[in-house]
């Protein structure tokens, strides 16, 4: 079996900051992560690794520095690294970035067939989820959103059972392979990283793609070129004046409390009140 799982170096989140005067994200010393959505997705191909066998080809495409993130991954199990780095990728949107890397998965695949294609639901910096859904659309493979469990694979009849988590509960999807996958968070548990994936982290030799290497055959789909997206504003959210209303419920009877509250919310928001009364009264 041959899983490439694909992810993104991002800012960490925690300690980004939006400029009040340019409205631009401020990335100077923020430390880069691996997305940690995408680390769901390393753990179950990992997994799967561990009961069929076969290898794990981490993909990323981003700055030399992205490097580091791959070497993180390597040291939790993977087989193998590719870094797509250009200076002919900056800029790239979701359409870009599918293209991009639809075209390096391409090339992996004439190393060895793709069997199973990984990412995380979406990444914390863009939160689109759009790159896993172009990449199996630019590769022709059968597309699993939001996935929270795989139930089954059968590589013998090239089959795979899942189970996906929809608005009104839960759903078993039944497929071919080869498939992208889009895990759901909190799927799984990452594992701890062994001292000896470790040590050969330090040293594997990470195999970096400029857009000739990862197969590009149209220069004008990558990069700004092939970026329709325009991004006019970044900008912090505003903080609300509002302060909460704190109800005490130590000597009072809680179901008081609930009524006042409610009688509240209704004296504030009229149209609730009316909306909930013509549902009781349908």
């Not at 100077?28 to 992560?33: L, R, S, T």
């Not at 505003?238 to 005490?248: G, I, L, N, S, W």
Request: proline fraction near 5%; hydrophobic fraction near 40%.
């Amino acid at each position: 079996m041959h899983i490439v799982v694909c992810i993104k170096q991002v800012p960490d989140s925690a300690q980004i900051r939006v400029h009040p005067v340019t409205n631009t994200i401020m990335r100077q010393g923020v430390p880069a992560i691996v997305n940690p959505y995408d680390l769901f997705a390393l753990e179950e191909a990992l997994r799967l690794k561990d009961q069929f066998g076969g290898r794990v080809t981490m993909l990323c495409m981003g700055p030399p520095q992205a490097e580091d993130s791959l070497r993180k991954c390597i040291s939790f199990g993977a087989t193998d690294a590719v870094l797509v780095t250009d200076r002919a990728f900056a800029g790239a949107d979701t359409l870009a970035t599918s293209y991009a890397l639809a075209a390096a998965i391409r090339k992996i695949g004439q190393e060895q067939a793709v069997d199973l294609v990984f990412t995380g639901k979406q990444t914390i910096d863009g939160d689109t989820a759009q790159v896993g859904p172009g990449i199996a659309k630019r590769l022709g493979l059968n597309l699993l959103t939001y996935v929270s469990r795989i139930v089954e694979v059968d590589l013998d009849a090239r089959r795979l059972k899942v189970e996906r988590r929809a608005e009104g509960g839960v759903q078993l999807l039944d497929t071919t392979l080869p498939s992208l996958i889009t895990m759901l968070e909190g799927t799984n548990e990452m594992r701890f990283a062994s001292l000896d994936d470790m040590l050969r982290a330090g040293r594997f030799p990470v195999r970096k793609w400029n857009k000739d290497d990862a197969g590009i055959e149209d220069v004008s789909k990558i990069g700004l070129k092939g970026s329709p997206t325009i991004v006019s504003k970044v900008f912090g959210p505003t903080p609300r004046t509002e302060k909460a209303d704190m109800q005490v419920v130590a000597d009072s009877n809680p179901q008081d409390v609930t009524l006042n509250l409610l009688q509240k919310i209704f004296t504030t928001h009229p149209q609730i009140e009316a909306e909930l009364v013509e549902r009781l009264s349908a």
